[in-house]
């Protein structure tokens, strides 16, 4: 079986940590978007929305 050069294997190598290093920057990126979206909170239109159709099941189930 023939070897990779050493020059090959070394910019393989290069190329994983470059992969590692870009992984690392994406997941950092996805959990500081992640964490903002956390803490604006529920908006407060969402938050009658769900209040309304609480309501409307509760009255829904009253009457059966």
């Known amino acids: 079986m023939a070897q990779d050069p050493p020059e090959k294997s070394k910019s393989k190598k290069l190329s994983e940590a470059q992969r590692q ?23 407060p239109h969402l938050l009658a929305l769900l209040e309304r159709l609480q309501d409307a099941e509760t009255k829904a189930n009253s009457k059966k």
């Open 21 to 43: 290093n870009t992984n690392a920057l994406i997941a950092s990126k996805l959990r500081g978007y992640y964490d903002g979206i956390i803490e604006e909170g529920t908006p």
